[in-house]
């Protein structure tokens, strides 16, 4: 039986003057023989330095007359003579590897990649620590503050970027994600070959996930207690809100230990909604201690140090879907 291919779409990330917007990058489907469909992403043509991969973003239809000329109005933060100069060095090409120059013409369909850069970015003054590594797997425990992948203001200042930078592994992608103002438990997979096999897990909801948080004690409140709500997006758009309606959400809460007006509560997510704990505990009346977000959005300033999220993304467990042992990963941090 012959293989058949199949056009496909790849979404990848980039950071435009919209906001966060996904833009595709041509692959290809592989049909094997038994009917089981195989992903195969096309190689980006530029390689990985200092752990930075270079970002690429498709043309679509449009009337700018060269890439520059997009370039410059697709990317407002970015000088037009900071494009020549990447141009000139190289850095900017098409997917075969072709460099893109400031008279190049604008043609539809183009996968343009280039490496991101970010002035003045804000140290993040806290260590990752490397809880586990095998063949497969690379187990990070997050310290607050720090992003798991760029986005935004963000670039080197953030777990991928430093953990590809510190192994040397461009294949090296989260499975998962927490937010950045969350620390604790986050898991790579380094083997395109078996990632699959892990992310699995996540979309099947075989993973065990336990966070703890600090907030107010509720009194009269009779715990162990489950928490359901439908929750959509809110505004601005990086909010979440509960509404009326099915419940798409649900955790599992505890209390692990009561401190007078504070308690640690565990969390255990059935789902993994965008902020559905810090939304849960905050539709309770206790929101997470120095929670920004949530019930009320504070100003928009740069983060200060001295008063993290005090949420922790505690412990991973599942089963190894490769050796069939069990795993179990516990953060080492304190809130």
Not at 1 to 12: C, S
């Given at each position: 039986?012959?293989?058949t291919?199949k056009?496909d ?17 041509k ?29 690429n ?27 020549v100069?990447?141009?000139?060095k ?12 400031a ?17 003045n970015?804000?140290p ?95 009194p009269?409140?009779?715990f ?96 190894d ?8 990963f ?6």
């Amino acid at each position: 039986m012959k293989y058949t291919l199949k056009r496909d779409i790849i979404e990848r990330q980039e950071y435009g003057k919209q906001g966060i917007r996904s833009h595709p990058v041509k692959g290809y489907r592989r049909k094997a023989p038994d009917g089981k469909i195989i992903r195969i992403v096309m190689k980006t043509p530029l390689p990985t330095i200092d752990g930075i991969s270079p970002g690429n973003i498709t043309l679509q239809g449009g009337h700018w007359k060269n890439v520059l000329e997009f370039l410059t109005d697709r990317f407002p933060d970015v000088q037009r003579e900071t494009w020549v100069y990447r141009m000139d060095k190289g850095e900017v090409v098409d997917s075969k590897g072709v460099r893109l120059r400031a008279d190049s013409p604008y043609r539809e369909g183009t996968c343009v990649f280039y490496y991101r850069t970010l002035d003045n970015e804000r140290p993040i003054p806290f260590e990752e620590h490397i809880l586990y590594q095998d063949d497969n797997l690379i187990v990070a425990d997050k310290p607050h503050f720090l992003p798991v992948v760029p986005s935004g203001r963000f670039l080197r200042e953030t777990l991928l970027v430093r953990m590809k930078k510190k192994f040397n592994l461009e294949d090296l992608v989260p499975i998962h994600r927490i937010d950045k103002d969350t620390a604790g438990i986050v898991i790579f997979s380094h083997n395109p070959a078996t990632r699959g096999a892990y992310v699995s897990l996540f979309r099947k909801r075989k993973i065990e996930k336990v966070y703890e948080a600090l907030a107010p004690t509720l009194p009269g409140c009779h715990f162990p207690m489950t928490r359901r709500s439908c929750i959509v997006r809110g505004e601005p758009f990086f909010r979440m809100k509960e509404i009326e309606g099915s419940p798409n959400s649900e955790t599992f809460i505890d209390v692990l230990e009561s401190m007078s007006d504070i308690t640690r509560y565990q969390l255990r997510p059935a789902t993994g909604r965008k902020h559905q704990l810090r939304l849960h505990l905050a539709a309770l009346g206790i929101p997470i201690i120095n929670d920004r977000l949530y019930p009320d959005a504070a100003p928009s300033t740069a983060d200060d140090f001295s008063l993290p999220l005090k949420l922790l993304a505690r412990a991973i467990s599942f089963q190894d879907p490769l050796t069939g042992q069990s795993r179990h990963f516990r953060s080492k941090r304190k809130l």
